[in-house]
């Protein structure tokens, strides 16, 4: 299993043609804990929707900047902290 290393990465590992979510996962205290995540990016729009299992919480039309400001992800990729389920 291998880090999600870039927002290019993530982009084409989130996105799906048929609209489903991706499942993906933040490692926490050196790897004791995970926060799942399920992901879709649209190309169209540019824009990411983030569903946090942890909370049932939803995130729509994140723009990279926003996923940036709002969530936890970027800081997880350039951590090499955030994981796709495989």
């Known amino acids: 299993m291998k880090p999600?290393?870039?927002i290019e990465q993530l982009k084409k590992?989130?996105?799906?043609?048929?609209?489903?979510?991706?499942d993906f996962f933040i490692l926490l205290a050196g790897g004791l804990v995970r926060s799942s995540k399920r992901i879709?990016?649209?190309?169209?729009t540019e824009t990411f929707d983030v569903y946090?299992?942890?909370d049932?919480?939803?995130?729509?039309?994140?723009t990279v900047e926003k996923l940036k400001m709002e969530t936890h992800i970027v800081e997880a990729?350039?951590?090499?902290?955030?994981y796709q389920y495989s």
């Open 56 to 62: 049932d919480s939803e995130q729509d039309a994140l």
């Open 40 to 44: 879709l990016y649209n190309p169209e």
């Open 13 to 22: 590992a989130a996105t799906n043609e048929n609209g489903d979510f991706t």
């Open 52 to 54: 946090n299992e942890i």
């Open 4 to 6: 999600i290393k870039t």
């Open 77 to 82: 990729i350039e951590n090499n902290c955030l």
